[in-house]
């Protein structure tokens, strides 16, 4: 089971980014998949989050300009970001727990770089 993240990079501040991120391999289930984000110096801080039915939670740095949203025919979610701005600068990772087989399992994708500056 992996998780490839994809979508970043460099935009000017009041850009737009979409990040995507499949789940694969021998998945039977796929349950919370949630977007996290690192900047440099600084700790993985979530900052959204999506269950399988669709309920979502964001930090509150996100609410009104990002929008999680996920395909579960897919395994997929996404991260619709607007109105970036500077601080929004960071390698942004998405997390699932997977069910493999009969056991449940947590995944984190490789990251993907974004960046906001002028």
């Known amino acids: 089971v992996q998780l490839q993240a994809s979508g970043g990079g460099l935009v000017q501040p009041g850009g737009s980014l979409r990040l995507s991120c499949v789940a694969s391999?021998?998945?039977?289930?796929?349950?919370?998949m949630e977007w996290y984000r690192q900047a440099p110096g600084k700790m993985r801080e979530l900052v959204a989050g999506?269950?399988?039915?669709?309920?979502?939670n964001y930090a509150d740095s996100a609410k009104g300009r990002f929008t999680i949203s996920r395909d579960n025919a897919k395994n997929t979610i996404y991260l619709q970001m607007n109105s970036l701005k500077v601080e929004d600068t960071a390698v942004y990772y998405c997390?699932?727990?997977?069910?493999?087989?009969?056991?449940?399992?947590?995944?984190w994708g490789q990251g993907t770089q974004v960046t906001v500056s002028s």
């Open positions: 997390y699932a727990e997977i069910q493999n087989g009969i056991m449940w399992n947590d995944y």
């Open positions: 391999g021998s998945i039977v289930s796929v349950s919370a």
């Open positions: 999506i269950t399988f039915g669709g309920s979502t």
